[in-house]
C-alpha cells in the first residue's frame, strides 16, 4: 500500500488537537515533501527521518516520491515531536510494517540520527487531553516523556527507546511479529508504564528556619488558608525572601487533578521533573522580565509564569523595580484565575490560579522606619518610589504586610520558629471548613456569594462600614477585607465573621498609600 496513516497530536494551549500525519509513496522524480503548517523543527525531520531509517537498518525508498501532510492544514505544528510518526508512516507505505495494526496507537517522539528516541515536551498535557476528551488511544512515547504520560490515571502508555523497538511491535504477519504489542521487562527497550499513585518525591523548606517574625508568619497562614496574595514590605536582610520562599510548604496537600494540572504546563516548557511531582511550585521571575515572560505569549503561544505557578506560589522579589506594563498585566489574571493569549492566528488559554508573594523595600534605600539605620530618602523620593505600583493593583493584593528586621541578639538567641507541617494542618483544616461550606477558597467568593457565606456579625457589619468609609476604600478593597476576615474566622474555628475578626483583617490593608 503506498498510502499510509498514522496518528500523532499537537500542542495548542493545554490542548491537544488530533494530527494525522499521512504519507503518501508514488513514482516519479525522487523527492521528499513535508506540507501541512509545519515549523522550521518540524521541516528539518525530512533529514532526521531519512539516517534514522537508513542507520537502523530499515529501507528508505529512495526512488520514490514521498509526500508526508500534517492533517489538518491550518494548524500549526511545531517541535520535533512529528519525527516518530512520519517515520512509521514511511515504513507502512513501503509495506515493511503493517499499517493496520497502528489503528488505536498515537505516537510522538524526536529521532536521533542513529534511530534513538529523545524526550519531547508536552507529553503530560497531551494524555491529560486524551483523559479530559475520553478518548480511548495508547500512546507511544519515548523515556522521559513516556514517564510523564503515565502519572495521568488510566493513561495507556508504551515506551519505546529505539525505533527498531517500534518496528518490531508492528511487522507484517509471518515477519515474526506478535499479534499485536506486548508487556515487556520494565528495563527492555518496549516496556507498558502504569499510573503511579500520587505521592510528593521531594520536600518544602521548612518555616521553622526563620526565627522571630511572628506577624509575618500569621500573615502567611491568613493567606495560605484562604488563597490570598500577600506584600511583604521591610528593610533588606528581615526575612522577606526567606518567607516568600517557604510559602508553598504551609499549602494543602495538591490533590490529583491540582498536581496533573501543574505538571502539564511544566510539560509544555520542558520544565517538569518527576522530582518535583505532586510539589506546589514555586516561581521567582527576576525583575528585569517583560510582560510575556510573566503572562505568557509568542508564536505560538506559550505559557508565562504565572501560568508555570498554577496551584502555586508566584514570587515577584523588587516589586517596583519590575516594568510597569508587566505588572498592570497581572490585574486580570489575579481576578480570573486564567489568561488567554490572543494572536492574529490563533488563541490559547492557560490556566493561572495562582497565589501572588511580593516582597518590596519601603523605600529607595530599603531603610524608611528601620531602628538599626537612618533612611537618607526624602519624601518625593518615598513617594515617587512607592508611586511605581498602581492603585489597582494593590487593591488586589489582599494582605500587606510589614517585615521589621531582626536585631542581633534576637536572630542569634531566638529558639527554632513553629515547623511547617503544624500551620499546614491548621491550614488545611481552615480550606476544610470553607469548602464544605462553599465549595471553594474564600478569595474565590463573587456577589451574592459574599453575603450568604461570610456570616458578617452586625456589630462586625457597621465597624466595616465605619473603618471603610474613614479610610476612604473601594469597594473592591472592602471586599477583599471581608474575605479576609472570613478566613481569620475559619482558622479561629467561628461559624460567624465576628468584629475581632473584622479588625485584624483591616490591619492587613493599611502599609502603602492607596492600599
Keep these: 500500500m503506498s498510502l499510509a496513516l498514522v496518528q500523532s497530536r499537537a500542542l495548542l494551549g493545554l490542548q491537544a488537537p488530533p494530527v494525522t500525519v499521512e504519507v503518501h509513496l508514488a513514482n516519479g522524480l525522487p523527492s521528499f515533501t513535508l506540507v501541512g503548517l509545519a515549523d522550521v523543527e518540524v521541516k528539518e ?38 519525527d516518530l510518526p512520519i517515520a512509521l508512516g514511511i515504513l507502512a507505505a513501503s509495506g515493511q ?17 542513529s534511530g534513538e528516541l529523545r524526550p519531547v515536551r508536552g507529553s ?23 514517564e510523564e504520560a503515565a502519572l495521568v490515571p488510566e493513561a495507556q502508555v508504551w515506551r519505546a527507546r529505539h525505533l527498531l523497538d517500534v518496528v518490531r511491535q508492528f511487522l507484517p504477519p509471518g515477519s515474526g511479529a506478535a499479534d499485536g504489542p506486548a508487556d515487556a521487562p520494565p528495563d527492555g527497550g518496549w516496556a507498558r508504564l502504569s499510573a503511579q499513585p500520587l505521592q510528593a518525591t521531594g520536600s518544602y523548606a521548612d518555616l521553622a528556619d526563620v526565627k522571630g517574625q511572628a506577624g509575618a508568619k500569621r500573615a502567611l497562614e491568613i493567606a495560605a488558608a484562604g488563597n490570598h496574595s500577600l506584600l511583604l514590605v521591610g528593610p533588606p536582610g528581615s526575612g522577606k525572601s526567606m518567607l516568600a520562599q517557604r510559602f508553598a510548604g504551609v499549602l494543602p496537600a495538591m490533590t490529583v487533578d491540582e498536581a496533573l494540572e501543574s505538571a502539564a504546563v511544566a510539560s509544555l516548557t520542558g520544565r517538569f521533573a518527576l522530582s518535583h511531582w505532586a510539589l506546589r511550585p514555586t516561581c521567582s521571575p527576576h525583575h528585569t522580565a517583560s ?13 508565562g509564569e504565572i501560568s ?62 528601620a531602628a538599626q539605620r537612618a533612611c537618607r530618602c526624602s519624601p518625593e523620593q518615598v513617594a515617587r518610589y512607592q508611586g511605581k505600583l498602581s492603585g489597582p493593583l494593590l487593591d488586589r ?36 471548613r470553607s469548602t464544605q461550606r462553599q465549595g471553594c477558597a474564600n478569595q474565590a467568593l463573587q456577589g451574592q456569594a459574599i453575603d450568604t457565606h461570610v456570616l458578617l456579625d452586625p456589630a462586625a457589619a457597621q465597624f466595616l462600614q465605619t473603618a471603610a468609609a474613614r479610610l476612604g476604600w473601594s469597594a473592591r478593597a472592602t471586599h477583599r477585607a471581608l474575605k479576609v476576615a472570613r478566613t481569620i474566622a475559619d482558622l479561629a474555628g467561628a461559624q460567624h ?14 502599609m502603602l498609600r492607596g492600599a
Aim: proline share 9%; hydrophobic share 45%; charged share 20%.
Design 397 to 432: 493584593i489582599d494582605l500587606h504586610i510589614e517585615v521589621p528586621a531582626l536585631p542581633a541578639h534576637e536572630l542569634l538567641g531566638a529558639p527554632p520558629g513553629e515547623g511547617t507541617a503544624a500551620i499546614r494542618e491548621r491550614v488545611a483544616q481552615a480550606r476544610q
Design 497 to 510: 465573621t465576628q468584629v475581632a475578626h473584622v479588625a485584624e483583617a483591616m490591619q492587613y490593608r493599611s
Design 97 to 113: 510494517i503493517e499499517g493496520a495494526r497502528l489503528a488505536g496507537y498515537e505516537f510522538a517522539g524526536e529521532l536521533s540520527l
Design 124 to 146: 503530560l498535557a497531551t494524555s491529560l487531553a486524551l483523559r479530559n476528551g475520553q478518548i480511548a488511544a495508547q500512546l507511544v512515547l519515548p523515556p522521559g516523556s513516556a
Design 291 to 303: 510582560a510575556v515572560a510573566l503572562v505568557g505569549g509568542g508564536s505560538p503561544p506559550r505559557p
Design 308 to 369: 508555570l505557578a498554577h496551584h502555586g506560589v508566584l514570587f515577584l522579589d523588587e516589586l517596583p523595580e519590575f516594568p510597569r506594563a508587566a505588572l498592570e498585566a497581572l490585574r486580570e489574571p489575579l481576578e480570573t484565575g486564567h489568561i488567554t493569549i490572543a494572536r492574529a492566528a490563533q488563541r490559547a488559554d492557560f490556566p493561572a490560579r495562582f497565589q501572588m508573594v511580593a516582597a518590596m523595600n519601603p523605600c529607595p534605600c530599603g531603610y524608611r522606619g
Design 45 to 82: 525531520a525530512r533529514e532526521r527521518v531519512r539516517s534514522a531509517l537508513q542507520n537502523a537498518g530499515l529501507e528508505f525508498p529512495h526512488n520514490k516520491r514521498i509526500t508526508v501532510n500534517l492533517a489538518p492544514a491550518d494548524l500549526p505544528k511545531d517541535s520535533g515531536r512529528f
